[in-house]
């Protein structure tokens, strides 16, 4: 398992991830999800607990709600860009990177979590 990040790149613009449609996307991928909104610092306003096929994962939401924070494996991970990326505008920049920087990738309203495994299994 390893932490990986979805970011915007430069400005929001205002704009926020939308927490209840993140819930849900969550939720569609796995139905156990346990939903924390306890806010525990500037970097963990939300978070989210679950069963992965892999073992355990967790997201949680920075507070400005524009950066994701994933401890997940590869393939969960690369969902997980790809469900933030389709709630955020196709014109903002979002990068999905890994904790050490051993990749980072400029993520298209276009990605497919198919191409961000084969870019972490490559790096």
């Not at 970097?43 to 073992?55: C, I, M, P, Q, V």
């Not at 014109?91 to 191409?115: H, Q, W």
Request: hydrophobic share 45%.
């Amino acid at each position: 398992m390893a932490q990986f990040l979805v970011l915007v790149d430069g400005e929001a613009g205002g704009w926020r991830v939308d927490r209840e449609a993140l819930t849900a996307a969550i939720r569609a991928r796995w139905s156990d999800v346990e939903v924390d909104s306890t806010h525990r610092s500037e970097a963990r306003s939300s978070s989210w607990h679950f069963e992965t096929k892999s073992g355990p994962g967790e997201a949680y939401l920075h507070q400005d709600g524009t950066c994701l924070y994933l401890d997940v494996w590869h393939e969960d991970a690369a969902w997980l860009a790809v469900a933030f990326r389709r709630l955020a505008p196709a014109d903002l920049d979002l990068i999905f990177c890994d904790e050490g920087y051993n990749f980072d990738v400029r993520l298209s309203p276009e990605a497919t979590d198919a191409e961000l495994t084969a870019l972490m299994n490559d790096a």
